[in-house]
């Protein structure tokens, strides 16, 4: 049996290129460069049927180690949790009130770019404490 090399975290949602701009700012990650033949994005974006004009949108990780995140949009709304979420790692190694504390700043910071908080999940005796969120569209991630 073949091994994966690679994968992609496809991300369901009514505004891609919105949706993708805020995990990009989440991640550290960034735009890649459009296809050959167009300048920018928009130029591609345009070049599509206008059925298919916003459709689409992705994010990479600058040093090729995270998945690529791809975003496309669907005719539905989002309707209950769900069934998968990331978990931003900015406490990894930390417990207590530093914990605590490196999950409130990064909190802080994403606020402003549309993020929501959730709550706030104390240590108990099996896990660290972890604080849920949600991104702009309203699709669940920890803090952690």
């Known amino acids: 049996m073949a091994s994966v090399k690679q994968f992609q975290v496809t991300f369901d949602c009514a505004e891609p ?4 701009r805020f995990w990009c700012e989440v991640l550290g990650y960034v735009v ?16 599509l049927p206008p059925e298919d004009q916003g459709s689409a949108f ?8 995270g998945p690529r995140l791809f975003f496309q949009r669907v005719p539905e709304g989002k309707v209950a949790k769900n069934r998968l979420h990331l978990d931003v790692r900015v406490g990894t190694g930390l417990v207590g009130e530093e914990r605590l504390a490196a999950l409130e ?17 104390l240590a108990d005796e099996d896990n660290e404490s972890c604080l849920v969120m949600q991104d702009v569209e309203g699709n669940e991630f920890c803090l952690d």
């Open 105 to 121: 700043a990064e909190c802080a910071r994403l606020l402003p770019l549309g993020a929501t908080r959730v709550r706030l999940l």
């Open 32 to 47: 890649p460069p459009p296809p050959e033949g167009f300048a920018t994005w928009g130029d591609f974006d345009r070049a």
């Open 17 to 20: 290129e919105r949706v993708a």
């Open 58 to 65: 992705a994010c990479v990780d600058p040093s090729g180690v």
